[in-house]
């Protein structure tokens, strides 16, 4: 009996769920609870909405809870701090995502740990991930980021440069291009975020309709998640809801 608990105890699972945030857990369920929701107002299928929780400027600890509490995918923006990071769980099977900016001198290290880009703006870009993605790895799997409405301080190309690059990046061996991404100027109208998320939609399913193997578009962050999945998103994005305040 006694080497029963003992053994219990030396599992490592037990030592996380005792010092566990239960907010994070608590907190995955209400994000799941609302994507469930929103995707039955919209029709379509509980499953049809993966969650990338965003765990940018959180340490390996709070991913670490949330991996307890279900969550396989994550997202980061700054490249140095998820490398640390990604490092530090390498016991753990999770799904890296870039979410973030890149610059030409990170992209060897991006290319090396994570499974997923999101942020993929411009062709060097993406030629250097598809260079230096490690060979043993299976590709980097990809999306293009559109500046669907124009806003000025954001990354992403415009809506008349995606096919160009659309051309480009699916011919590149080192990655496998699955959607787009995009992140709306915030707006107080939900018309206005919708109207933004429905150009988005169109230009994917316009891709499609040319032949390419699209499954993904990421849209829909903690503010305007019901209006990204009634448009048809198919990964959101969430961080404060989840983890909390930054
Ligand atoms: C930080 C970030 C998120 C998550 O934002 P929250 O407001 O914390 O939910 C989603 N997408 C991108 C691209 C981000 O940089």
Redesign the pocket.
Known sequence: MRSIWLGLLATRRIWYALAMNPNIAVNLAKVQAQIESSCHTAGRSAGSVQLLA?S?TWGPEAVRQAHAAGQLAF?E?YIQEAVDKITALQDLALQWHC??PIQSNKTRLVAAHFDWV?SIDRLKTAQRLSEQRPSHLQPLQVCIQVNVDGGPTKAGVTPADLPALAQELSRLPGLKWRGLMT?PEPSDSPLVMRAVHAKAKALFEGLRQQGFDLDTLSMG???DLDAAIAEGSTMV?????IFGQ?
């Open positions: 965003v940018k997202g923006n979410i973030g999101h992140i962050m903690s503010a994005r969430v961080g404060t809801a930054r």
